[in-house]
């Protein structure tokens, strides 16, 4: 969905939410084979069922890509991705979980050099069907200005 919107236009404190993504051991077995990640936590269920975890995880690394995703539908022609910053694992994610993201703008602010766009922040929170957080961060956009701020 194209949803144009320039630095101007966003209001703090507006959201989105996404619908749910169950996370299967096909997509672990994948993620690590795309990373190298083969971490007996992720990869051994026997080894993993002698730690207190005592089951496998996701890669923390494949549930922010899936938030990611999650979180992709809308294009807006004036911004981009201008990295993420803030990013935790607040607890694990198990083969069978499902995973929703909720977006909230927390931040506009000017650009220190480019004086067209402004870096808008939203937050990202990721839960599991439980309603438990499991991942947080903050996605920063470059977004142009519908007019250049004049100095």
Known sequence: MIREQYFEEYEL????????????????????????????????????????????IAHGTLIFSVAVGLTAGDINPYAMSYGYDRLRFIRPVFIGDTIKVKTTIKEKRPHPKRNDHGIVVEGLEVTNQHGETVLVCEHLYLVQRREAIVS
């Open 13 to 56: 404190e507006s959201g989105r939410a996404s619908f749910g993504r169950t996370i299967t051991e096909a997509d672990i077995t994948i993620h690590a084979g795309q990373t190298g990640d083969f971490f007996p936590h992720h990869m051994d269920a026997e080894w993993v069922k002698t730690q207190p975890i005592g089951q496998r």
